[in-house]
């Protein structure tokens, strides 16, 4: 059993800072990359970073500049820091990760954080 918790949302005003995190643990072989997504209501869900297992980082246009995702491969852990936040920023953010057991690779979702930025 793998899980994905991601913690470090709320509330901030346009202008502030968040800093995300997501923690995979359970019977883990191996993770590949590993991102943040985001959904707001009416929206489909859409990809916000991704870092690979070396480093290598892809950002949506939208938050170019603006977030730094990071990664430590000893605790399993992604992190996605936000600055200069606006309040179309707002969506509940969700944490992927390719991650292996034994044998099978599989997508792992989180189960969402709210980031609310206020105008």
């Known amino acids: 059993q793998v899980q994905l918790v991601e913690s470090g949302g709320g509330l901030v005003q346009a202008g502030g800072s968040l800093r995300l995190s997501c923690a995979a643990s359970?019977?883990?072989?191996?993770?590949?990359?590993m991102g943040w997504y985001r959904q707001s209501p009416g929206k489909q869900r859409e990809l916000v970073a991704v870092?690979?297992?070396?480093?290598?980082?892809n950002y949506a246009d939208s938050v170019k500049g603006r977030f730094t995702i990071s990664r430590d491969n000893a605790k399993n852990t992604v992190y996605l820091q936000m600055n200069s936040l606006k309040p179309e920023d707002t969506a509940v953010y969700y944490c992927n990760a390719e991650i292996r057991v034994l044998l099978v690779r599989s997508n792992y979702w989180g189960q969402g954080t709210q980031v609310t930025v206020s105008s």
């Open positions: 359970g019977s883990i072989a191996s993770i590949s990359a």
């Open positions: 870092i690979t297992t070396g480093g290598a980082t």
